[in-house]
C-alpha cells in the first residue's frame, strides 16, 4: 500500500502561492481570449473511450487512461481537449451562427512511461476557432497566441509554423504505404537526419525524391524558405501550403510581427487529426514547446458535422515558468486581526477589498 504521503508518479499538487499564481496566469489568458469574443466551454473530465480514439487517431491508444463503468461503457480521461470540443461544435452547437469561437481551461491525463520529468497530468488553456475562412481564422489564431504572450511578458517567444499538406503533397506521389510514410515522419519529427539516410536506403525511390526529403527538416528559417521550398516541389498540394503560409507570412509583416515567425516546413508532428498550418511556439532558455495547434478540418466531420476548424493550446505547467516572474501577484500581506477585534472589523475591511487574516 502507498504511503498516504506520496501521489501517483507525474501528478501534482499545487498549494498556496503556487495555486494562486496558476489562477493569475488562467485568467491573463482568459482575458486575451476574451477580448478576441471567445466564449469558454468546460468539458466533461471523462468521456467515451470512442470519441478520443477516433479524434486522435492510431498510435496514441497506450497514452489514453480508459476504464470500464458500471453499466459496461468503455469511457476515458480526457487526454487532450479538441476532440472533445469539435464534438460538442459538431452536435450540440451544429446549428450555431458561425464562426463558433470557443476557449477552455483544465487539466488531460495520459499515461507516460516513468522517467524523469514525465508528467501524466498536464493543464491546458487553449482556444478553438470552427466555421471561418481559412486565411482569416488561421491569423486569428496566430495573433491571438502573440498577444498571450505580450499579455504575459513574456520575451523572445517564437512560433515555428509549417504545414502538414507541404509534406502531404510530398509523399501522395510517391505512392508509399502506411507505415513507410509513418516511418518517414517519425525521423523527420526529430530531425533525425541519419536515421532519414537509414531509411531512404530501403526505399525504392528515386534520387530527385530522396533529394527533396532531405531537404525537408532544413527548410527553417525566413520568408526565403518558402522560395526555396518551392524549387522543390510542383505538386499541387504542396504549392498550395507554400501559398498559404506565404500570405500568413505577409500579413505578420504587414503588422511588423514577422519577428515572431519561423517558417518551419519540417515541423510535421502532432495527432493525425490536423490537415493545414501546423504550428509550435517556443521561449528562449526553454528547450520544449510551451504551445502547439494546428488545422484540423476533417475532425468536427468525424462527428457528424463537416466544417473548417483550428486552434491551438498552451501548457500551462511549462509556461508559468517563464511567465510568472511577470504575472502582477497582488498584495500578498492580509490585515492581521485579533480576534478580540471581533468580524465587524473583518467584514469592514473586506467590504474595502482588503484582505484579511484572523488571529485566532
Given at each position: 500500500?502507498?504511503?498516504?504521503?506520496?501521489?501517483?508518479?507525474?501528478?501534482?499538487?499545487?498549494?498556496?502561492?503556487?495555486?494562486?499564481?496558476?489562477?493569475?496566469?488562467?485568467?491573463?489568458?482568459?482575458?486575451?481570449?476574451?477580448?478576441?469574443?471567445?466564449?469558454?466551454?468546460?468539458?466533461?473530465?471523462?468521456?467515451?473511450?470512442?470519441?478520443?480514439?477516433?479524434?486522435?487517431?492510431?498510435?496514441?491508444?497506450?497514452?489514453?487512461?480508459?476504464?470500464?463503468?458500471?453499466?459496461?461503457?468503455?469511457?476515458?480521461?480526457?487526454?487532450?481537449?479538441?476532440?472533445?470540443?469539435?464534438?460538442?461544435?459538431?452536435?450540440?452547437?451544429?446549428?450555431?451562427?458561425?464562426?463558433?469561437?470557443?476557449?477552455?481551461?483544465?487539466?488531460?491525463?495520459?499515461?507516460?512511461?516513468?522517467?524523469?520529468g514525465r508528467q501524466r497530468e498536464f493543464a491546458q488553456i487553449g482556444v478553438e476557432h470552427y466555421g471561418g475562412t481559412h486565411k482569416t481564422a488561421d491569423v486569428e489564431i496566430l495573433l491571438i497566441a502573440v498577444?498571450?504572450?505580450?499579455?504575459?511578458?513574456?520575451?523572445?517567444?517564437?512560433?515555428?509554423?509549417?504545414?502538414?499538406?507541404?509534406?502531404?503533397?510530398?509523399?501522395?506521389?510517391?505512392?508509399?504505404?502506411?507505415?513507410?510514410?509513418?516511418?518517414?515522419?517519425?525521423?523527420?519529427?526529430?530531425?533525425?537526419?541519419?536515421?532519414?539516410?537509414?531509411?531512404?536506403?530501403?526505399?525504392?525511390?528515386?534520387?530527385?525524391?530522396?533529394?527533396?526529403?532531405?531537404?525537408?527538416?532544413?527548410?527553417?528559417?525566413?520568408?526565403?524558405?518558402?522560395?526555396?521550398?518551392?524549387?522543390?516541389?510542383?505538386?499541387?498540394?504542396?504549392?498550395?501550403?507554400?501559398?498559404?503560409?506565404?500570405?500568413?507570412?505577409?500579413?505578420?509583416?504587414?503588422?511588423?510581427?514577422?519577428?515572431?515567425?519561423?517558417?518551419?516546413?519540417?515541423?510535421?508532428?502532432?495527432?493525425?487529426?490536423?490537415?493545414?498550418?501546423?504550428?509550435?511556439?517556443?521561449?528562449?532558455?526553454?528547450?520544449?514547446?510551451?504551445?502547439?495547434?494546428?488545422?484540423?478540418?476533417?475532425?468536427?466531420?468525424?462527428?457528424?458535422?463537416?466544417?473548417?476548424?483550428?486552434?491551438?493550446?498552451?501548457?500551462?505547467?511549462?509556461?508559468?515558468?517563464?511567465?510568472?516572474?511577470?504575472?502582477?501577484?497582488?498584495?500578498?500581506?492580509?490585515?492581521a486581526i485579533d480576534v478580540q477585534q471581533g468580524f465587524a472589523k473583518a467584514l469592514q475591511l473586506r467590504q474595502a477589498g482588503k484582505a484579511v487574516k484572523l488571529c485566532l
Amino acid at each position: 500500500m502507498k504511503s498516504y504521503t506520496q501521489i501517483p508518479p507525474g501528478t501534482q499538487i499545487l498549494i498556496g502561492g503556487a495555486a494562486h499564481r496558476r489562477r493569475l496566469l488562467e485568467r491573463a489568458i482568459c482575458s486575451v481570449f476574451e477580448g478576441w469574443s471567445y466564449e469558454e466551454i468546460i468539458p466533461p473530465i471523462f468521456d467515451y473511450y470512442d470519441v478520443f480514439a477516433k479524434g486522435m487517431g492510431t498510435g496514441q491508444e497506450e497514452h489514453i487512461y480508459r476504464f470500464i463503468d458500471r453499466e459496461g461503457n468503455i469511457l476515458a480521461l480526457r487526454p487532450e481537449f479538441t476532440s472533445l470540443v469539435a464534438k460538442t461544435v459538431a452536435t450540440r452547437l451544429a446549428s450555431a451562427p458561425k464562426p463558433i469561437r470557443l476557449f477552455y481551461s483544465g487539466e488531460v491525463l495520459r499515461f507516460e512511461k516513468p522517467k524523469g520529468g514525465r508528467q501524466r497530468e498536464f493543464a491546458q488553456i487553449g482556444v478553438e476557432h470552427y466555421g471561418g475562412t481559412h486565411k482569416t481564422a488561421d491569423v486569428e489564431i496566430l495573433l491571438i497566441a502573440v498577444e498571450t504572450f505580450q499579455r504575459l511578458g513574456v520575451q523572445g517567444f517564437q512560433i515555428n509554423l509549417g504545414s502538414v499538406d507541404f509534406f502531404g503533397g510530398i509523399v501522395d506521389r510517391m505512392e508509399l504505404p502506411d507505415d513507410q510514410i509513418a516511418a518517414i515522419k517519425d525521423v523527420l519529427n526529430i530531425k533525425d537526419q541519419s536515421g532519414l539516410e537509414v531509411l531512404l536506403q530501403k526505399l525504392p525511390l528515386d534520387d530527385r525524391r530522396k533529394k527533396t526529403l532531405r531537404a525537408v527538416p532544413h527548410l527553417t528559417g525566413g520568408k526565403s524558405v518558402i522560395t526555396e521550398a518551392r524549387a522543390l516541389v510542383k505538386n499541387a498540394r504542396s504549392v498550395e501550403a507554400l501559398d498559404h503560409l506565404e500570405e500568413i507570412y505577409s500579413i505578420f509583416e504587414k503588422l511588423d510581427l514577422a519577428q515572431h515567425l519561423t517558417i518551419d516546413l519540417g515541423e510535421i508532428r502532432g495527432f493525425d487529426y490536423y490537415t493545414g498550418i501546423l504550428f509550435r511556439a517556443y521561449v528562449r532558455d526553454l528547450g520544449f514547446e510551451v504551445a502547439s495547434g494546428g488545422r484540423y478540418d476533417g475532425l468536427p466531420a468525424a462527428f457528424g458535422e463537416d466544417m473548417p476548424a483550428v486552434g491551438f493550446t498552451f501548457i500551462l505547467d511549462r509556461l508559468e515558468q517563464i511567465a510568472t516572474p511577470n504575472l502582477d501577484m497582488g498584495n500578498g500581506n492580509p490585515t492581521a486581526i485579533d480576534v478580540q477585534q471581533g468580524f465587524a472589523k473583518a467584514l469592514q475591511l473586506r467590504q474595502a477589498g482588503k484582505a484579511v487574516k484572523l488571529c485566532l
